[in-house]
């Protein structure tokens, strides 16, 4: 299998109402911040994408909710592609907005 | 000093009451559609096409909503409620965009709405600013100003504004429908890169006309427009354009979004078949329904008659005696300053691209400030460039140096319009769901490098533009270095291009060689600069001496290193 399969994944979206970047964690549940996002693995990771879509769709919670790969070195976690990187942190151009700000 | 009631004589079109209950109809039937999505009782897929009629957009961080500016031109007291909305809504900024329009990045499906209806009050709104419809049409920012107008663009760009909007056949083209319109010798509108150019002339009898061209457009296949027609009589100036729309809403491709611009017709089709089928459509449908009469014109014209210019010397002594005092106050008059077809006057561009700074932002104490300088000094009127500038286009001579005094202390007094540091910028994957790669940090870093006013001015002409995808938005395929962010395996690269040109002498770049780091980009700049300097003849712009060299010696000190 491709090591960028065997990746573990996290799931995203926009909150419907205000378009914020949120983080599916756990059945119902959507956080704001990438660190307390849940991750998954393998099949899984299809399973909670399908299950997220569909809770986010019935209850008009997240749009254009999708699954991307995250590395994790010594406990510390990373979205793989700089897209997501982006989104979980902010624009690089004004670390003064965003959630990078809020942390 | 021009102490006018803001506004008041400012040359923008004035809504009358059919407009505002048109607007406030349609931000009432928004505010429906939103309760209506937020419920449930429309899906996603569903209300997304109507979102978009509204120029809202679902972006990496959060919505964007894309504020139409028609033709670039607005009041002081439509840029504060501008300036007031970026404070309210969003987080006190406003990105001005390559179409004039504006942006704001940070905004909430739930407050689309209350942001429309405040809009709304300043005869402003989101319509048709995306969605495959007509789009805002564009125009010189120098219109009805610069020395060199024959025709001013704004009547035309508003006679097609009112013709497009909410069209009942145009509604739902095959994809989205630029138009740019310029009356001008120098074309600064970019009139050959959009799907309809217009050129607005004068014939022998001082008769206005139309020379149109199709299918011109940038994104991932950049055509260059083709000439459909050198003359169209100015009653014939919205019948044509409706011939051309109906030609290609009936041709033009469905199947394939990559497939559906206008240009992809007229290039499959040919230059003489789609001018054949334009020419035959419009024979059909000419006649008194689509006869732009001559008191039409004339009544949409007075909303831009000149402001009550003053009777002034051509020359300003105390303007004169600034220049020869203030070296940075003489750069920037040099650069940024145009010549005015009123005795005593100047048309003044704003540069948003302060060195180090993002293309294109303002913040609102910043539009504030603008709206400001524009009661005191230019008749409440400003227009947005799609060069992502801002213009005062009526100052008195006798002004500048107090305007450009103020601009200075809010960051908006650089000097380096239409030279290396004015470069374009969309906001590429900072803020964009459909870029590969950053486009703001290096243009940050390239104007940081070439911050020296002193060194720019002896560059010269040289227009930088890039894009963050190929959809373009940066206009890099006609920069005369264009740069497009690509992603090579996770990695943000990007590719130089040479000899883009937006004028009339239109031009798409071609790739100068393989795709380079940020960093290496922003040396390979520094390459290709000097590269020019060492080369160029007396008088020669940086695109002169590419002509002359070819890429060769670019090429060959860019990759020296490869």
């Known amino acids: 299998m491709a090591l960028k399969d065997?990746?573990?994944?996290?799931?995203?979206?926009n909150r419907l109402r205000d378009g914020e970047v949120v983080f599916f964690q756990s059945e119902g549940?959507?956080?704001?911040?990438?660190?307390?996002?849940?991750?998954?693995?393998?099949?899984?990771a299809e399973a909670a994408l399908a299950a997220a879509k569909a809770q986010a769709?019935?209850?008009?919670?997240?749009?254009?909710?999708?699954?991307?790969?995250?590395?994790?070195?010594g406990g510390t976690r990373i979205p793989v592609k700089t897209r997501e990187r982006i989104r979980a942190l902010g624009p690089t151009v004004r670390t003064d907005l965003g959630k990078q700000a809020a942390a | 000093m021009n102490?006018?009631?803001?506004?008041?004589?400012?040359?923008?079109?004035?809504?009358?009451?059919?407009?505002?209950?048109?607007?406030a109809e349609r931000v009432e039937q928004f505010r429906a559609q939103v309760e209506r999505r937020l419920s449930g009782e429309l899906t996603e897929e569903e209300f997304k096409p109507l979102r978009l009629m509204n120029g809202l957009y679902l972006q990496?961080?959060?919505?964007m909503l894309r504020i139409a500016v028609p033709y670039g031109v607005m009041t002081s007291r439509q840029m504060r409620k501008l300036a007031e909305i970026g404070r309210t809504y969003d987080k006190g900024y406003g990105h001005f965009t390559t179409r004039q329009n504006l942006q704001f990045n940070w905004i909430k499906l739930e407050e689309t709405p209350d942001i429309l209806n405040q809009l709304a009050e300043v005869d402003m709104h989101a319509l048709q600013t995306s969605g495959n419809c007509v789009r805002n049409v564009t125009t010189d920012q120098f219109v009805g100003a610069a020395k060199d107008e024959l025709v001013d663009g704004r009547v035309y760009a508003e006679i097609l504004r009112q013709w497009t909007t909410l069209h009942p056949e145009f509604t739902y083209l095959p994809r989205k429908f630029k138009i740019a319109i310029m009356g001008s010798e120098k074309d600064r509108a970019a009139i050959r890169v959009h799907d309809v150019g217009v050129i607005a002339k004068r014939n022998d009898q001082g008769e206005i006309g139309f020379a149109f061209y199709a299918g011109g457009g940038l994104g991932r296949s950049p055509f260059i427009g083709k000439l459909i027609r050198e003359w169209v009589p100015e009653e014939d100036f919205v019948g044509y354009l409706e011939a051309i729309l109906r030609v290609y809403n009936q041709y033009g491709r469905r199947d394939n979004i990559y497939k559906a611009r206008i240009k992809i017709l007229v290039h499959e089709l040919g230059q003489e078949k789609f001018t054949a089928e334009v020419e035959e459509e419009f024979a059909r449908l000419r006649g008194p329904k689509y006869r732009l009469a001559p008191e039409i014109v004339a009544e949409i014209r007075q909303h831009f008659a000149p402001p009550p210019f003053e009777d002034l010397p051509a020359t300003s002594v105390s303007f004169d005696g600034a220049r020869v005092q203030n070296e940075a106050f003489a750069r920037w008059v040099a650069v940024n300053v145009t010549e005015h077809k009123a005795p005593g006057y100047a048309v003044a561009t704003i540069s948003l691209k302060p060195a180090g700074g993002i293309p294109g932002d303002a913040t609102s104490e910043q539009m504030d400030l603008v709206a400001d300088l524009a009661d005191r000094y230019s008749f409440g009127e400003i227009r947005v460039t799609h060069t992502q500038n801002l213009v005062l286009a009526h100052v008195k001579q006798d002004d500048l140096f107090a305007l450009w005094t103020a601009l200075e202390g809010a960051g908006l007094g650089t000097a380096n319009v239409g030279l290396i540091g004015d470069i374009i910028a969309c906001p590429g994957l900072d803020y964009c769901a459909l870029a590969n790669a950053r486009s703001i940090p290096l243009a940050q870093a390239i104007s940081a490098r070439f911050a020296d006013p002193a060194r720019q001015q002896a560059i010269g002409e040289l227009g930088i533009k890039i894009s963050g995808c190929i959809n373009a938005c940066g206009h890099h395929h006609v920069g005369a270095i264009g740069i497009l962010g690509v992603d090579k395996k996770g990695e943000e690269f990007y590719q130089i291009t040479v000899g883009g040109d937006p004028t009339l002498t239109t031009a798409i770049g071609d790739i100068?060689?393989?795709?380079?780091?940020?960093?290496?980009?922003?040396?390979?700049?520094?390459?290709?600069?000097?590269?020019?300097?060492?080369n160029r003849h007396d008088g020669e712009r940086f695109l002169d001496t590419l002509k002359r060299t070819g890429h060769g010696p670019f090429k060959e000190r860019v990759y020296a290193a490869h």
């Open chain 1, 6 to 13: 065997a990746a573990p994944k996290a799931i995203t979206g």
């Open chain 1, 29 to 44: 549940v959507w956080v704001e911040r990438f660190d307390e996002a849940a991750l998954f693995e393998g099949a899984e």
């Open chain 2, 512 to 534: 100068l060689g393989p795709a380079v780091t940020a960093d290496e980009a922003v040396d390979a700049i520094e390459a290709i600069v000097e590269v020019y300097l060492a």
């Open chain 2, 60 to 63: 990496l961080h959060a919505y």
């Open chain 1, 57 to 73: 769709d019935r209850d008009q919670y997240a749009v254009d909710v999708y699954a991307f790969d995250v590395t994790v070195t």
């Open chain 2, 3 to 23: 102490h006018i009631a803001p506004g008041r004589h400012a040359g923008v079109y004035t809504y009358d009451e059919i407009d505002r209950r048109f607007v």
